[in-house]
């Protein structure tokens, strides 16, 4: 599915905006993330050494907001009508937390570095939210864990396709 939605941003935006702006956005949003940008990068023919550093600060560059903002985020959004959006994330992330709970760093930088769907420097923010983790707590191992997670997609979106070529 993110490589679908990779494939028809880069498809659509090529020709009006320069690549590394376009992985940088991919890296920002939600459900994409870093891996999304890293597999736009490599459709799009940046350069790994330009696109990792791009990925990675676009993945990182919204998790301290999470973090200090999430809570007066979905209190506010709650008495809107996103209420069920918001209790349905909130009940995503508390879902999820259970396997981070139990080991809370370790299990955190887990859950962000292993590159599958639901996982990622976001949920990660999120879940660590709703563990109550402080910044200086939650920022190191999702910080790890992107970079983690950048290391597995760039073997899977530059050196194994470069082995086929």
């Known amino acids: 599915m993110a490589e679908s939605i990779v494939t028809s941003i880069t498809h659509n935006l090529t020709s009006v905006v320069p690549a590394e702006v376009i992985i940088f956005i991919v890296s920002l949003m939600p459900i994409l993330e870093l891996r999304g940008?890293?597999?736009?990068?490599s459709l799009l023919k940046v350069d790994w050494l330009y696109a990792f550093p791009i990925?990675?600060?676009?993945n990182l560059?919204?998790?301290?907001f999470i973090l200090l903002f999430i809570?007066?985020?979905?209190s506010f959004l709650k008495k809107t009508r996103?209420?069920?959006?918001?209790?349905?994330?909130?009940?995503?992330?508390l879902?999820?937390?259970?396997?981070?709970?139990?080991h809370r760093k370790w299990g955190l930088f887990v859950f962000v570095a292993v590159p599958l769907p639901g996982t990622g420097g976001w949920t990660g923010a999120l879940v660590a939210s709703c563990l109550r983790m402080k910044m200086k707590e939650a920022m190191p191992p999702i910080i790890l864990g992107v970079l983690t997670a950048g290391i597995i997609m760039s073997i899977i979106s530059y050196v194994i396709p470069?082995?086929?070529i």
């Open 71 to 74: 809570d007066k985020i979905f």
């Open 162 to 164: 470069s082995l086929f």
């Open 82 to 93: 996103m209420k069920k959006l918001v209790l349905h994330f909130e009940k995503k992330a």
């Open 61 to 64: 560059l919204p998790l301290p």
């Open 95 to 102: 879902a999820k937390s259970d396997s981070v709970e139990k």
């Open 37 to 41: 940008g890293l597999i736009a990068a």
């Open 55 to 58: 990925c990675v600060i676009g």
